[in-house]
């Protein structure tokens, strides 16, 4: 789930740390 993490990263890049946080462990 790579691919998602990255997509959501990209366009949320105001929150990066929260959206890489939450995707990690929501995704996970």
Same mark, same amino acid.
């Not at 959501?8 to 890489?20: D, F, K, P, R, Y």
């Given at each position: 789930?790579?691919? $998602?993490?990255?997509?959501?990263?990209? $366009? $949320?890049? %105001?929150?990066?740390?929260?959206?890489?946080?939450?995707?990690?462990? %929501?995704?996970?």
């Amino acid at each position: 789930m790579l691919g $998602e993490t990255d997509s959501v990263h990209v $366009e $949320e890049q %105001g929150s990066c740390q929260i959206t890489s946080l939450s995707g990690r462990t %929501g995704a996970g």
